[in-house]
């Protein structure tokens, strides 16, 4: 650990990447866990749109009760801790696969009123809460924001073409919006490199701890399980989010 510590100076360029196990704590439902989103179907087989296509029921039933999850679940301590550390140090960037709005939730906690959140997070796969007209009509924005939590009926109308509306999150299949990649891209060239709480098996997400090492990086993993990214970071500190990153933060 003291490795990583000597490295997190003010001047340090500090990009974390996280997954859902950075929410696991808060109580969200992480992809591939044992606890698993939702058993009977994969991720892989849900969040595509052909899926939606073929069942926009079927694929808004499993939005609808994880944005319903969401709505009860609050940040933890790993959220405010790199939401500290989005305040504290100058060059730190935040990437993150997660869609449920947790770590904006913890920046726009502290951050004082009227000041943008200091860390604008860059959000790979976007958001459950946005959304999007799925025939793309005229009249519709690019994206909205969308809290319902009870839709009066399953698959949601768009309200600007009463078509449907889709969930505005990258689907398997779909690229990801350049900028958010340029974003990313930029922000892989750092001195310390963390990936926190994510099994390393979706792309382009998962290639990024490898270019942050090749660029010079020192890489660590948080993680309770050993994942494909384990073997080639420099440190791994297995543990949850939620502890491990206080432990750390205490010692800065
Ligand atoms: C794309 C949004 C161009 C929807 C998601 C190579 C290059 C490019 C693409 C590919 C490629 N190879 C394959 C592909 C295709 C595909 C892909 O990666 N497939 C995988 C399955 C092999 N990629 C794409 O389609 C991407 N598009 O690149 O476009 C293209 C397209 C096709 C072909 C070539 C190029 C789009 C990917 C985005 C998909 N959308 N979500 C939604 O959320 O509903 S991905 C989904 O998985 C979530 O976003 C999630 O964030 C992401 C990754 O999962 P994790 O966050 O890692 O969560 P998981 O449950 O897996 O793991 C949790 C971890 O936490 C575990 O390790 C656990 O041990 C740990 N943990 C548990 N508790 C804790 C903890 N850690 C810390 N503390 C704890 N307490
Ligand atoms: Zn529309």
Redesign the pocket.
């Known amino acids: 650990m003291q490795d990583l510590i000597k490295r997190l100076t003010p001047e340090a360029r500090i990009t974390v990447l996280t ?4 929410s ?2 808060s109580g969200v439902p ?4 044992n606890d698993g989103l939702w058993k009977n179907f994969r ?2 087989a849900l ?1 595509t749109a052909d899926a939606f296509g073929r069942d926009p029921k079927l694929v808004w039933e499993w939005y609808h009760w994880r944005r319903f999850r969401i709505s009860t679940c609050e940040p933890n301590a790993a959220h405010h801790v790199l939401a500290e550390w989005g305040r504290r140090f100058p060059n730190f960037k935040l990437i993150t ?3 449920d709005g947790l770590h904006e939730k913890a920046a726009s906690a502290k951050a004082t009123v009227g000041q943008a959140p200091v860390n604008d997070v860059i959000r790979l ?1 976007g958001s459950i809460w946005e959304v999007s007209c799925w025939g793309g009509c005229a009249n519709s924005p690019r994206r909205w924001r969308d809290e319902t939590i009870e839709f009066a009926e399953l698959p949601p109308k768009c309200p600007y073409c009463d078509g449907l509306i889709r969930p505005s ?8 919006e350049s900028n958010v990649v340029d974003r990313a891209m930029r922000a892989v060239h750092c001195d310390v490199f963390m990936t ?4 390393a ?4 997400a998962a290639a990024f701890v490898e270019q942050a090492r090749r660029q010079g990086a020192f890489t660590v993993e ?4 050993a ?1 494909p990214a384990s073997t080639t970071v420099d440190l791994v500190l297995k543990g ?3 502890t491990v990153l206080p432990d750390i933060a205490a010692c800065l």
């Open positions: 997954g859902a196990g950075v696991a704590a992480t992809f591939r866990g991720p892989e969040a696969q997660n869609v796969h999150v990258v689907w398997f299949g779909e690229t990801l926190i709480g994510t099994s098996v979706v792309y382009p948080i993680n309770p399980e994942t949850g989010a939620e």
